[in-house]
Every structure is written in C-alpha cells, then in structure tokens.
C-alpha cells in the first residue's frame, strides 16, 4: 500500500495521495515537501517508488527490503552517474511487549531522507507513522514543513512507544518477586530466564540504535538543519534513559534468579536436614533391635521374664534421650 502526502513549506497539505507518475513533477517544486509511506508494498510497487521515481542507490534499496538485524544509517552522495539526490538511509527498530507470549516484538522502519522528500518503507502498520501522519494533517503546529521535522517526530514516536513496553515488562519483574519469595517452583525459574533473555534481546536493539541517534544528536549530518539538532538529541537521550532502564531490569532479574537459587538450595537443605534428623532419631532403635534380633542361647535377656519389656523401654528412652538432645542444639 502507498501513502502519499504533499506539504508546503508552511507545513499546510497540498496534495495526497498522488499518483506515481505526478511524484517526479512534485520532487521538481523546492517548494513542496512529498512524503511517500510503503506499508508492505508489493515488489512492483517498490520497484517503481524506490527505483523508478526516486532511483535509489541500489545498495539502499536492497538493505530496506532485506531485513536487517541491526539499526544503522548511511549517507549516499550523488556522483555524475548518479541520478538521485542526496540523501540519509536509516534503519530503526520499532518495539512491543506481549505479556501473554513474554516476547519483544520488533517492527523494523526503513527511512529515505533527502533535502525536500521523506520515505518510509514498512512491513506492518506503525503506530508512530499513523499518529505522525494524523499530526501533519490536523496539527496546527505544522510539523510537516520539512522532512526532518517529520523525521524527528518518526523517531520520537518510536522511543515513546518504548515506555508501555517498558511498563509492561516492569509489572511482569515484580510479580516474578512476589512468585520467587512465595511460591517458587519450576515454571518461575523458566519465566525468569525467559524475560532475562528478552531484556538482553532488548538491550541488543537499543545499543545501535543509541549509537544511530547520537550520530543525529552531534550534527553529522547537513541534511539535519542546525536549529533540529536538539531535538534529535533530546530524542537521543530519552533512549539513554531506556538503556539505562533496560540495564536496571537486567540486575533485577539477575537478583531475582539468585534469590530464587538460594530459596531453592534452602528448601533442599531443609529436606535433607529432616531425612537426616529422621535417619539419627530412628538409630536406637536399629540399633537396639538389631542388637536383640541376634537370639544367641547365652544371651541373658532371652530368658528373662520382663526382657521385652526392658527392651521396649530402652527403645523409648534412648530415642526420646535423642530428640531431646536434638531439641536442646536448636536443631529444630
């Protein structure tokens, strides 16, 4: 699906939904400012946006269609061959966490950004793209006078989008605390590597990205006006933060793993500490029996008339002697 959205340079609409073949015409008014959005396009729609209208480095478009595991940026300089514009190749990674699978789901974003154009390239709908689209149509801030603007406004509007995530996985660790300090068994141990692993996942996707943003942040880039700047490195440091949120999770679960392994390790302390008490409080009376059971002819006791009864009692006092003894150690 494509979107198309012509903006002046007041910000204020022109045109929408133009139609492929106007676009070249568009790009040619320095007073025009188009924005083409790709929403799962199909091959002969990419071909013809991509390379056809806007032709594209084909390094770029190949990296926008293949799916990239990390989040980078690239600048392409025109050379006299060259038939496109200057222009910034960004990927970045949208976030969501479902509390019912526990996983980190990622949406990747693929940015064109030149000197009088912007385009997006995704797979599945954004919720930064619909609330930046619906902001440049009905705002009256007129963030669309620019493609930076719109870029700026993209990008803040995926770290945002990273905070319900963040909550999300927030009330996820503390009723994994609650779990481990009063009934920890077997399904908590594997919840709690489950979400370390998604953090790791997470801290995986924001490192490059940091690394993308203070690129922005510092004013690499000359298609990024001076007076942006700021702005893009106050997006720059929402996404430290996360890091920094990201980091404090991962310590939390690390505790929560060892709280959960010393819990375990007493409750198997405390077993084996009862089998043993068991096993000490119950040897008089092996050893009495074992004793008794030998039933030699000379053994004195066998014919004596109140012989099982003197065994019956010591069988009695000397485990009560034990359990006794036991009690005053504080052993239980």
């Not at 008339?305 to 006794?324: K, S």
Request: with cysteine.
């Amino acid at each position: 699906m494509i979107r198309s959205f012509a903006f002046t340079t007041q910000g204020r609409l022109h045109s929408k939904d133009v139609e492929i073949f106007l676009m070249p015409t568009l790009l040619a008014d320095t007073n025009l400012f188009l924005w083409v959005d790709l929403e799962n396009p199909t091959p002969e729609e990419t071909k013809c946006v991509l390379e056809d209208v806007f032709h594209f480095h084909t390094l770029s478009v190949e990296d926008c269609v293949m799916v990239s595991p990390s989040p980078k940026v690239e600048e392409y300089l025109p050379k006299e061959e060259d038939k496109f514009a200057q222009y910034l190749f960004m990927v970045i990674h949208a976030v969501d966490y479902s509390r019912k699978d526990g996983v980190f789901a990622t949406s990747e974003l693929n940015f064109f950004l030149g000197k009088n154009f912007l385009v997006t390239y995704h797979l599945v709908p954004l919720r930064s793209i619909q609330m930046v689209e619906e902001r440049c149509l009905k705002s009256n801030v007129h963030i669309a006078r620019a493609p930076d603007r719109v870029a700026h406004s993209l990008l803040d509007g995926i770290v945002e989008n990273y905070k319900p995530a963040l909550d999300e996985l927030s009330l996820e660790i503390s009723e994994l605390e609650d779990q481990v300090l009063q009934s920890p068994s077997k399904h908590t141990l594997n919840k709690i590597i489950q979400i370390k692993k998604e953090v790791l996942h997470l801290r995986q996707i924001i490192g490059p990205q940091r690394e993308v943003l203070g690129r922005f942040a510092r004013g690499e880039f000359k298609l990024i006006r001076g007076h942006l700047v700021p702005y893009y490195r106050d997006v720059y440091d929402a996404l430290f933060h996360i890091s920094e949120l990201a980091q404090n999770y991962t310590d939390s679960l690390t505790g929560i793993l060892q709280v959960y392994l010393n819990m375990s390790s007493n409750q198997t302390s405390e077993v084996v500490k009862i089998l043993t008490m068991i096993t000490i409080i119950t040897t008089p009376v092996m050893i009495i029996g074992t004793w008794y059971g030998m039933n030699y002819q000379h053994m004195p006791e066998l014919k004596w008339e109140y012989g099982y009864h003197w065994a019956l009692g010591l069988t009695v006092v000397t485990t009560l002697a034990t359990y006794w003894w036991f009690k005053k150690k504080k052993w239980f």
